[in-house]
């Protein structure tokens, strides 16, 4: 399975850009970049995704390096709302038992009044 | 508006008990999933249909079932709790299997084994 390397835990101040890496240097060229979060105490929720190109949201922005071996999500201005456990997974793009969405250990964001 | 609904959101069952756990949607999706997430731990997907297919993850115990309905109603069993069993399970429900769809999540169902 293709798979992500994100840090344990971060920091960082409301109101404040948080950039969380993700780095994937076995990713295929089919695989999907995806990133979810899970509040406390709430199901994971699907925050953006992206295959070669940064993407844009409300939520957040992805950027992917030219290579696509690491990521960044990007929350433009972190709320306290925004402490969560950061997600990132890749997703064949074939679909099948690779396009399921395999959970590794997350970064957890805490975000500091 | 919910759009993925879990009920109840707490369960409390006893050791060799069946339990069924409940999910509906109103995203009229064709794809549902369920995970367990154990305390401070990731989500691991067990199973997932899409439609009528019902597809077990290689290893998902057997201890688990699921039925699905209709579109909009999925349930998981479980035939003899352990207290291994004891996590929160999470339904998620998907327009479709590809990539490039996302997963809309419910709250959870914890579930206690006493």
């Known amino acids: 399975d293709a798979k992500t390397t994100q840090p344990n835990s971060m920091e960082s101040n409301e109101e404040e850009p948080v950039h969380l890496p993700c780095n994937h240097s076995?990713?295929?060229?089919?695989?999907?970049i995806h990133w979810y979060r899970q509040l406390p105490s709430q199901g994971p929720e699907y925050v953006i995704h992206?295959?070669?190109s940064n993407v844009n949201n409300r939520m957040a922005s992805l950027a992917i390096a030219e290579d696509r071996k690491s990521s960044t999500l990007i929350l433009h201005r972190a709320t306290l709302r925004d402490a969560a456990v950061y997600y990132c997974?890749?997703?064949?793009?074939?679909?099948?038992?690779?396009?399921?969405?395999?959970f590794g250990k997350g970064t957890k964001l805490s975000v500091k009044p | 508006d919910a759009m993925v609904i879990q009920n109840p959101r707490y369960q409390v069952t006893q050791f060799g008990k069946p339990v069924t756990l409940s999910c509906s949607q109103t995203?009229?999706?064709?794809?549902m999933y369920w995970y367990q997430q154990k305390s401070s731990q990731a989500p691991k997907l067990l199973f997932h249909?899409?439609?009528?297919?019902?597809?077990n993850e290689a290893d998902t115990p057997d201890n688990f079932q699921s039925r699905r309905p209709n579109t909009s109603f999925c349930f998981l069993d479980i035939r003899s709790p352990g207290l291994g069993d004891a996590a929160m399970y999470l339904c998620?429900?998907?327009?479709?299997?590809?990539?490039?769809?996302?997963?809309?999540f419910g709250p959870g169902t914890r579930l206690t084994v006493t």
């Open positions: 997974i890749l997703r064949d793009g074939y679909g099948g038992s690779q396009g399921n969405l395999i």
């Open positions: 992206g295959l070669t």
């Open positions: 076995t990713i295929s060229g089919t695989d999907y």
């Open positions: 995203l009229n999706h064709n794809v």
């Open positions: 249909y899409y439609d009528k297919d019902f597809n």
């Open positions: 998620a429900t998907s327009r479709a299997v590809d990539s490039y769809y996302e997963q809309y």
